[in-house]
């Protein structure tokens, strides 16, 4: 199969094709049409093993670094300290996806990962861990991502027809929260058990991945315009993506989402130990239910390919998702509680899958690297919030401390959808 820059130029769309969303034809073929393709299903299996990998070694660290400090100041500077740095290190993630074999990226990134898991636990198991290894590697995890995302998300459009295409991003959403479903709580089983176990699970996953990977066809990327001083291209592609009006509302919905709501995650582990006394089984429950939610949300999408009002049906999406959390902090049961981030985490699923369609389809393809980078920083944020909201939950408590932060959110994205005529208009 040719690459996406070789590709012939698809024929102009009809105008009553036109209404169903930008610049593609209808989808044809069922909710799970994608998966007949050979390459799809190897990167959709790995792509649910890594999201495992991921989710396994982000509750591992939490869970160390509570048990061992005990502190949400010390919560949301581990997952500051990664974030900082994948907010640097992603844009020439974006120049590398457009560069070189992305598959070649994400095979090497993956055993990167690994290697991390298996160093965590050998430092667990000889009772030499300590609270400066998880930032050690916390950064060293986000360096992983920040060079794995691009290329996958990329990656995808690559091993997908373009008709095709919303339906794979849909059903590659279906993967990433899936493994939120039988990640989170299989490893807060297991790190309740044993933490560094949770780490080895993780390792053996990333394999499984990496073995995926291997497995997939090689294909050709030749992009001249992705050659030279990578600093200029960086600059090019912010330069396309703020003249483009709908990629910027896109990437703006992103970015606050990621900035003031997202952070509520990295303190699960202060909801589930201080207010509903639930430990490591509740802190992975709750992370497994705003999965399920998701998982409803999306296999709607994936059933309703042609979706009309795609911008409007994700604005309120990521309103509602907002609503539900800042009910969830309020909770005073943890079935309550659990029920409320399932609710939030379907509206999430639906918008976030819904924003990402919007922007693979409205993106160039000799700046889909950079693109993809680009909507990776937006949504990398969350460890910048991470950090004002600890401070905030240490000076008034977390449930109003997490509650706050999200109101926030919720005024600035009622004014985007306001005033954001631009994405609402988007089929």
């Known amino acids: 199969m040719a690459s996406t820059s070789s590709r012939e130029p698809e024929p102009s769309p009809t105008a009553e094709q036109a209404e169903v969303t930008p610049g593609l034809p209808p989808v044809t073929g069922g909710p799970f049409v994608s998966l007949r393709d050979r390459d799809f299903r190897l990167l959709w299996y790995g792509t649910a093993f890594v999201g495992f990998g991921q989710w396994g070694q982000q509750i591992g660290l939490n869970w160390l670094v509570f048990l061992l400090t005990d502190s949400a100041v010390q919560l949301g500077g581990v997952a500051f300290a990664g974030g900082l740095l994948s907010l640097f290190l992603t844009p020439f993630a974006g120049v590398l996806a457009d560069r070189y074999s992305r598959r070649m990226i994400i095979l090497l990134t993956t055993l990167f990962g690994a290697a991390q898991s298996l160093i965590i636990a050998a430092l667990v198991i000889s009772g030499t861990a300590e609270v400066w290894h998880a930032y050690v590697f916390s950064v060293l995890s986000a360096t992983t991502q920040a060079l794995n995302n691009p290329a996958r998300q990329a990656f995808v459009n690559d091993v997908s ?15 990433q929260n899936a493994s939120r479903i039988v990640g989170p709580p299989l490893a807060g089983l297991i790190a309740a058990w044993d933490v560094s176990a949770a780490f080895i699970t993780v390792a053996v996953v990333r394999l499984i991945a990496s073995g995926l990977t291997v497995m997939l066809s090689p294909r050709e990327q030749t992009n001249e315009d992705s050659r030279g001083n990578p600093i200029p291209l960086i600059f090019k592609g912010f330069a396309y993506l703020a003249r483009e009006a709908d990629l910027r509302q896109l990437l703006l919905l992103n970015a606050v989402t990621a900035l003031f709501v997202y952070p509520y995650v990295s303190f699960m582990p202060v909801f589930a130990e201080r207010v509903f006394n639930a430990g490591a089984l509740g802190y992975g429950l709750l992370i497994a239910m705003i999965a399920v939610g998701s998982i409803f949300g999306l296999l709607a999408l994936a059933w309703l390919p042609n979706l009309r009002r ?3 049906i994700m604005q309120i999406g990521f309103l509602g998702y907002m609503v539900f959390l800042i009910a969830f902090t309020q909770a005073q049961f943890l079935l309550l509680a659990m029920l409320a981030v399932a609710v939030a985490g379907l509206f999430f699923g639906v918008a976030s899958a819904l924003n990402q369609t919007l922007f693979q389809i409205l993106v160039r393809n000799d700046m889909r690297g950079r693109g993809m980078a680009s909507l990776q920083v937006a949504g990398g944020l969350s460890p910048l919030g991470a950090l004002s909201m600890g401070f905030l939950i240490e000076a008034i408590g977390i449930r109003w401390g997490v509650g706050l ?23």
């Not at 027809?161 to 993967?175: C, Q």
């Not at 932060?405 to 089929?427: E, Q």
Request: charged residues 10%.
């Open 161 to 175: 027809t373009p008709e095709n295409l919303p339906n794979a991003i849909a059903l590659t959403s279906i993967a």
């Open 310 to 312: 795609r911008g409007l």
């Open 405 to 427: 932060h999200i109101a926030v959110a919720l005024v600035l994205l009622s004014l985007l959808t306001m005033f954001g005529k631009a994405v609402r208009r988007l089929n």
